[in-house]
């Protein structure tokens, strides 16, 4: 299991535009959460263990938030032919199964995934009411096998201070996870060549 970092994308980044299929077969645009008090955005997939390890926290986590007036959308941008786990009908089975009330957007062309360097499942990016990035990081300090509790707790300070209108500290940790699978041939200029997992 190769673990990737993110690539931190500057504080202050207005959020890229994205207009991509839900797993209810809607299409979710960045403009629909225009009146959130903020935006989650997660890369993320079906298979990655990193992701995995906090399919329930994240579950569970996204219910909260999104009660507190918080928009949270997970996008799917591996490669599905060298990873049919992650194809989006089995993101509908995923959604479903994992309890995720949130849009699940595929982003087939990847073009999401590059407008955001996100580089590995799950990449957290964080935008306040204005749609600029305030917090790119992990959720917390748990990984698969190091035994430290999933709590959500980098990502819920971050997220707190974004509703109460409070700045959101800029020493952030980045999150750790599965490369994003790149199509053969359309690997972005910030990905390393890690082999895939």
């Known amino acids: 299991m190769v673990k990737t970092a993110s690539t931190m994308l500057p504080l202050g980044t207005q959020a890229p535009d994205f207009s991509l299929k839900n797993v209810d077969g809607q299409t979710v645009s960045l403009s629909d959460f225009k ?26 986590f996204a219910d909260e938030y999104m009660a507190k007036g918080l928009a949270v959308v997970g996008i799917s941008a591996n490669d599905v032919a060298t990873h049919p ?51 790119r990081g992990q959720f917390d300090d748990s990984r698969p096998g190091n ?26 940790k980045p999150s750790i996870g599965c490369n994003i699978k790149w199509k053969e041939g359309m690997e972005p200029e910030y990905f390393t060549g890690q082999p895939a997992v």
């Not at 009146?35 to 569970?60: Q, T, W, Y």
């Open 35 to 60: 009146d959130s008090k903020g935006l989650l955005v997660i890369f993320m997939c079906n298979h990655c263990p990193f992701v995995i390890h906090l399919r329930e926290a994240l579950a569970a």
């Open 85 to 135: 786990d992650d194809s989006p009908e089995k993101m509908v089975e995923e959604a479903k199964s994992a309890g995720y009330n949130f849009p699940y957007l595929y982003d087939g062309t990847q073009e999401v995934a590059k407008a955001y360097k996100a580089a590995c499942t799950p990449d957290f990016f964080l935008f306040d009411q204005e749609q600029k990035l305030v917090y």
């Open 147 to 172: 035994d430290k509790p999933v709590t959500g707790a980098d990502l819920k300070a971050a997220c707190d201070a974004v509703i109460a209108g409070d700045p959101v500290t800029e020493n952030q």
